[in-house]
């Protein structure tokens, strides 16, 4: 599937396929915000808000589809545990990224994801990259470098922060590739309950190995995990798996951009976050690279 053949599904599911973009964009805008403002332990946050995640729609997917588990084959319980360690991944990663940087640059690099999906695209799936695509990869990876050469990223905290900014692309890549690839047999409560429950799993599996408290000591923290987790676990990744039953992963990851400029404001008023003047243009090369990948996939006939 492609990016126009998903224009030709969004055609024909013109407004369930744009409803659940513009909840997932809308919900991320929300979102991301929160995060910044509790400034919680990313670890500590990714166990809870998986924890209540399976909490939900564990006992919903058993409702809707009794026993769905032993409908689950050896390989999709393979997929699916794969799909837990990456979003478990990538939201520590996103979270360590945000507490380092401006909303701005952390949606754009976050952007990368679609590149990444791209590439995961060429080693399992065996496709092959048109010359436009080509073009649009390396526009967007020399934005990356640029703004870590000018934005003296390579440094200090920023060098981290674009580390884990990175990381988090590419988990959050690998999670929506595995999510086309058994999404199609698997009801949705059934795929988010297996995979949250693995995500908590791992992150307090990790936890005890290295003593890592995740009591919640605060109770104003209560309100911050409860937050993330509505917007993120019941409302982002779940309509998001609901999008990818059908839709096309490229074409999430482009309305992504979407967000840049009105995260960057978001951010300048809540947090008084600026954009170096400097590290614009990488900015723009890195996004002008992204929506030339996505515009220059090949059409099926």
């Not at 440094?155 to 990175?166: G, K, M, P, R, V």
């Not at 019941?234 to 990851?253: D, F, P």
């Amino acid at each position: 599937m492609t990016f126009a053949s998903t224009g030709d599904r969004i055609q024909d599911h013109k407004y369930r396929d744009v409803l659940y973009l513009v909840t997932i964009n809308v919900s991320a805008l929300i979102l991301n915000p929160i995060v910044v403002a509790y400034a919680m332990d990313p670890l500590l946050v990714t166990f809870w808000r998986c924890f209540f995640g399976a909490l939900i729609f564990i006992p919903v997917a058993l409702i809707t589809q009794p026993r769905f588990y032993k409908k689950i084959s050896g390989s999709q319980w393979g997929f699916m545990l794969v799909a837990g360690l990456t979003l478990a991944i990538h939201f520590i990663s996103l979270m360590e990224g945000l507490y380092q940087v401006s909303l701005g640059v952390a949606v754009t690099i976050m952007s990368t994801g679609t590149i990444w999906v791209g590439l995961l695209g060429i080693i399992l799936l065996k496709q092959r990259l048109t010359t436009g695509q080509w073009a649009g990869l390396i526009a967007g990876f020399s934005g990356i470098l640029l703004y870590a050469y000018i934005g003296d990223s390579l440094e200090n905290t920023n060098s981290s922060a674009l580390i884990w900014l990175l990381v988090s692309a590419l988990s959050s890549a690998v999670y929506i590739v595995i999510g086309q690839k058994v999404r199609s047999n698997i009801t949705n409560f059934s795929y988010v309950a297996v995979v949250f429950s693995v995500a908590a799993f791992i992150s307090f599996g990790y936890a005890l190995i290295t003593s890592h408290p995740i009591a919640v000591e605060q109770s104003s923290d209560w309100v911050g995990i409860l937050l993330i987790t509505f917007f993120g676990q019941i409302i982002v990744h779940t309509v998001t798996n609901l999008y990818l039953k059908h839709g096309e992963a490229s074409l999430l990851q482009l309305t992504v951009l979407v967000q840049i400029p009105l995260i960057a404001i978001i951010g300048w008023i809540l947090f008084d976050q600026r954009i170096g003047i400097e590290v614009v243009p990488a900015l723009l090369l890195t996004i002008v690279g992204l929506v030339i990948y996505n515009l220059t996939q090949p059409k099926t006939g």
